[in-house]
């Protein structure tokens, strides 16, 4: 029985005997001396279109807005959407609607889609007003502004 105890902790030293030594050759782990604090993400509210002006029974705020190709500058832009959206949405209606318009070198609008939760009704409202404004624009591309809007309380 000696003879077994003991061939069984050779066995077992043969098995663990390499990897105690390459553990030995190893530095020590040092501690951590400084404590880094998690980087926190910025979130910004949606904007209530509505609390601007005097229309405020209307929750219609303004979602994440994107740029593909050149769109300088882009509030003129974004304001005739935000108009768009003010002279199309009714008190009923309630979702989100995405609003694409394309300009061009010379700032005129080529191109206006609108898709989202609307009706056929409300898109062809929302295409026209951004096309058939009375105030020129001065937004220059050539790119494509994409802004999303949304109501609810």
Request: hydrophobic share 40%; aromatic share 6%.
């Amino acid at each position: 029985m000696f003879l077994q105890l003991l061939a069984g902790c050779l066995g077992l030293g043969v098995l663990i005997g390499p990897t105690l030594l390459a553990l030995a050759n190893q530095p020590p782990i040092a501690a951590a001396t400084s404590w880094t604090p998690p980087r926190l993400l910025a979130v910004k509210p949606f904007h209530d279109l509505g609390g601007d002006t005097c229309i405020r029974d209307l929750p219609v705020y303004a979602g994440p807005t994107a740029v593909q190709g050149t769109v300088v500058p882009r509030q003129p832009l974004e304001q005739r959407l935000a108009a768009a959206m003010f002279a199309c949405v009714s008190g009923a209606w309630s979702g989100g609607v995405t609003i694409s318009a394309t300009v061009d070198a010379r700032g005129t609008i080529t191109g206006v889609e609108a898709e989202g939760d609307t009706s056929p009704v409300m898109q062809r409202c929302l295409t026209n007003h951004v096309i058939h404004s009375d105030e020129p624009i001065t937004t220059r591309g050539p790119g494509t502004l994409r802004a999303g809007y949304f109501m609810g309380r």
